[in-house]
């Protein structure tokens, strides 16, 4: 997953940061990245971006990436780094 093939086109964003951003009823059983504040975490990640001058950077809010449990999901491509952040804070 993830090699490029001879003809690809090339890639567009250094880093392309997917954040979750669905929503679910409470009380659902799986929960949803967005009840655990992801909406907040993608805005503040954009922000920051912008702030740092990341021009190969792309937030984008995503859909259910099918870890909910885990959430807020964060997935970073290419590499497909996925990372569960607590907080904002840099560590
Ligand atoms: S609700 Fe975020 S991964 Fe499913």
Redesign the pocket.
């Known amino acids: 997953m993830g090699d490029r093939q001879a003809g690809d086109p090339p890639q567009y964003y250094e880093a392309h940061v997917f954040v979750?951003c669905?929503r679910?009823p409470d009380g659902h059983k799986?929960?949803?990245?967005a009840a655990k504040g992801?909406e907040k975490l993608r805005d503040y990640m954009k922000v920051r971006a912008k702030e740092l001058g990341l021009p190969g950077v792309r937030v984008n809010m995503a859909g259910?990436?099918?870890?909910?449990e885990l959430?807020?999901?964060v997935v970073i491509y290419p590499e497909g780094v996925w990372y569960p952040p607590e907080t904002a804070a840099a560590e």
């Not at 799986?30 to 990245?33: A, F, H, K, P, Q």
């Open positions: 979750c669905n679910r799986r929960g949803s990245c992801s259910c990436l099918d870890r909910c959430g807020p999901c």
